[in-house]
């Protein structure tokens, strides 16, 4: 008898980078600033709303496209803050967080063959989505050493068959964030194309020293193109939630839909309820630039007059670091190294490049408990 044959669809992946550094964080006791998600509770009222969602009977199959009055939410949501109308029934779908949304997305968009835009350093499910539906990686790296998108790059990279290209703002892993300007620019790119986008936003409400959030739904040529993506695991501080959101045209909406159905089908019910209800009030939302902004602030704070070269931190719960001062090491070597010597993980921003491109740059994420991230900086100022 033989085994059958089972050549994999994603031959070059492996177990992601952060599983592997949450595990070896485990194994040596460090604080673990690596993987992207907070250590602190959420909000008890939400945990409230959904509970009294779950006994009041919400644990059936909700509607395909996710519970209205979410979906009503979030339109009023992207109204408000965008000033842009998305129609609940046919342009707002629930996710299963934002990786569900994006992988989705990619599928209704690419065709075997179809080339899509990455801007590297890249989120890792994006490419391998892309893979999966058959469409070719064009891998267009934004500025080195500030992050920012290079337009004539990107320009270049553009052929007949471009189909898709994928941004991210506020950035992960560079915590920096677009401005009005590069949007305005990415726009004025697309406009004589048949390109759609995928605005991956799900650090949206991550945006600090007063400035605004550039989502792509402020830009009409954009959101015309555009499914963007947000994640409530983020904003809500419940990544293991997995909900999330896509807003897109009621003609790309369509054609998402119809994956959808046959990806997840729909997204558990007394969450959606429960977010329904929590979203009336807008201020733990509009509250938390100034609450991860303190956390920013505390951390960069104490790594002032280290040897470690603090990149900005624009957006998101990341902060960036130059460590070529401390270390000849390559990143993943010196990430293993502070995780087994010092105590502390971090990610290599080599992760987030298709070759591995090495700067000498780790990512730290600050959504933790202040104690936390005292513990990080005690034994990160030994360096
Ligand atoms: C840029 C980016 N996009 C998408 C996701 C996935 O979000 P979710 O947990 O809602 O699937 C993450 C999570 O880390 C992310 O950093």
Redesign the pocket.
């Known amino acids: 008898m033989s085994t059958p044959d089972f050549p994999s669809r994603l031959p070059q992946v492996g177990t992601t980078i ?1 599983s592997v550094m949450s595990a070896l964080a485990a194994q040596h006791g460090a604080v673990n600033l690596g993987q ?2 907070p250590d602190f509770a959420c909000d008890p009222a939400l945990i409230d709303a959904v509970t009294r969602a779950m006994q009041a009977g919400h644990n059936q199959y909700p509607p395909m496209t996710g519970v209205p009055a979410l979906r009503q939410r979030v339109a009023d949501k992207i109204q408000t803050l965008h000033q842009r109308s998305y129609c609940p029934d046919q342009e707002i779908t629930i ?8 992988l989705t997305a990619i599928l209704a968009c690419v065709q075997p063959g179809d080339e899509v835009i990455v801007l590297e350093p ?2 890792d ?1 994006y490419v391998p989505g892309i893979e999966l539906a058959g469409g070719r990686v064009v891998r267009v790296p934004l500025t080195p050493g500030s992050f920012r998108p290079d337009f004539e790059k990107i320009a270049a990279a553009i052929t007949p068959r471009t189909r898709l290209l994928l941004a ?1 703002t506020p ?2 892993p560079s915590a920096t964030i677009w401005t009005a300007e590069e949007m305005a620019q990415l726009q004025a790119l697309l406009a004589p194309t048949n390109i759609l986008l995928i605005s ?1 936003e ?2 949206e409400h991550m945006v600090f020293d007063g400035q605004q959030h550039q989502s792509a739904a402020r830009f009409p040529g954009l959101a015309e193109r555009a499914f963007i ?1 947000s ?4 904003t809500f501080h419940v ?1 293991g939630w ?3 959101t896509v807003a897109a045209p009621a003609r790309m909406t369509a054609e998402f839909r119809k994956i959808h159905q046959f990806n997840v089908f729909t997204v558990n019910t007394p969450m959606q309820h429960g977010l329904a209800e929590y979203l009336r009030q807008p201020a733990p939302y509009l509250e938390l630039p100034a609450f991860y902004q303190a956390k920013r602030d505390l951390f960069r704070a104490g790594l002032q007059g280290s040897r470690l070269k603090l990149l900005p931190s624009q957006g ?1 719960y990341f902060q960036c670091v130059d460590y070529s001062a401390v270390s000849d090491l390559p990143e993943q070597a010196f990430c293993e190294w502070l995780t087994r010597e010092l105590g502390v993980a971090a990610i290599a921003l080599s992760a987030f490049y298709g070759d591995g491109f090495d700067q000498q740059v780790v990512r730290f994420c600050f959504a933790k408990r202040d104690d936390t991230l005292h513990a990080a900086l005690e034994r990160l100022r030994r360096l």
């Not at 994640?231 to 983020?234: C, I, Y």
């Open positions: 952060f992207g998600f996710t299963a967080g934002a990786t569900q949304a994006i890249c989120y499910s991210n950035h992960n991956d799900v650090y993506v994640s409530f695991g983020k990544t997995k909900v999330g998101s």
